[in-house]
């Protein structure tokens, strides 16, 4: 009957979410593996160009439903945006990161920890306090820890506050799926981020499309620029790879140097990397 059950369910995923019945049932599950502990933290690598090296790594959410099998983020995330579960789930997820980046700074010091905020933990007012709470109950310095927010949660209102009060803390920001977004240029004009991440989209177009060649090239000069890091992100291929650093890129992550792995992998393939 189990198994059953799970071909019947399996033959939605392509869609899974898209109907509310689905929704509710998601949002059921969600809470469930929240209090059960069902959810876990991979690590995407990300390589600096200049040195070679793996300077940090991406936290980024997992979910494996009993019945479902692995739930995609880009699935259950705006569910639980919706549904606020983001909320206690994006604390668990900040304090679990800080826990494992303070681990990794007696084997590999120095790396540091990006942690994907969403905009409904941004518009919180007590969004200091949980960041604060977690670096605090794992004694890691604040500058090990980056935060990535999507150019929407700097729309939300109060969010320049947020943003730089987080700085003031000594903790790094990174503008994520940069060019996706509205505003994109009048916002990063009125505060610094340290870093904008280059939207997957683009990157993949490299060698395939001359206008995501062009838009790439505009992003890394702009960046340039105005004393922005860039990081691409979702490199997959040498020809990509090539073209990011042709034009003075600074920082990649994607599947051509490390998919996003449990701890123990990233570990090992962070101390390869680095010795290698
Ligand atoms: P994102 O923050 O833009 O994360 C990058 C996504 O690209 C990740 O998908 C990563 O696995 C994937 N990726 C990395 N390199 C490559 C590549 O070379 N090729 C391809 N095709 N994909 C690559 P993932 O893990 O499925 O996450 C999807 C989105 O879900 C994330 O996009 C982020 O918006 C959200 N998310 C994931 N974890 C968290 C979290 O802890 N908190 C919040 N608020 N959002 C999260
Ligand atoms: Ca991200
Ligand atoms: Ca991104
Ligand atoms: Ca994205």
């Given at each position: ?98 826990f494992q980046a303070r681990v990794w700074q007696d084997t ?30 794992a ?124 701890a ?13």
């Amino acid at each position: 009957a189990k198994s059953n059950g799970r071909n019947a369910l399996q033959r939605f995923t392509p869609d899974l979410g898209k109907r509310a019945d689905e929704r509710l049932a998601l949002s059921r599950r969600m809470r469930a593996a929240l209090a059960n502990g069902e959810f876990r933290l991979v690590y995407q690598p990300q390589v600096d160009l200049q040195t070679n090296r793996v300077t940090g790594v991406e936290a980024l959410l997992r979910w494996t439903d009993t019945e479902l099998g692995p739930v995609s983020p880009a699935t259950f995330i705006p569910i639980a945006e919706e549904n606020g579960l983001i909320v206690p789930i994006g604390e668990w997820v900040m304090q679990q990161a800080c826990f494992q980046a303070r681990v990794w700074q007696d084997t590999l010091p120095g790396l540091r920890m990006s942690v994907n905020l969403s905009p409904r933990q941004f518009a919180r007012g007590d969004i200091l306090r949980v960041v604060q709470r977690a670096l605090a109950r794992a004694r890691l310095s604040p500058r090990l820890l980056e935060i990535e927010i999507t150019e929407g949660a700097l729309m939300t209102l109060g969010a320049l506050d947020v943003l730089r009060a987080l700085r003031a803390m000594d903790i790094d920001l990174a503008i994520d799926d940069f060019g996706t977004g509205y505003s994109s240029l009048s916002y990063i004009r009125n505060f610094r981020a340290e870093r904008l991440k280059l939207d997957m989209s683009f990157v993949s177009g490299i060698g395939r499309h001359r206008e995501d060649e062009v838009i790439t090239r505009a992003i890394l000069s702009l960046g340039r620029a105005l004393g922005f890091k860039v990081v691409a992100e979702g490199v997959e291929t040498e020809t990509q790879l090539a073209f990011l650093r042709r034009h003075g890129c600074s920082v990649v992550q994607g599947y051509r140097f490390a998919r996003p792995m449990p701890a123990a992998d990233a570990h090992a393939f962070i101390r390869d990397f680095n010795e290698g």
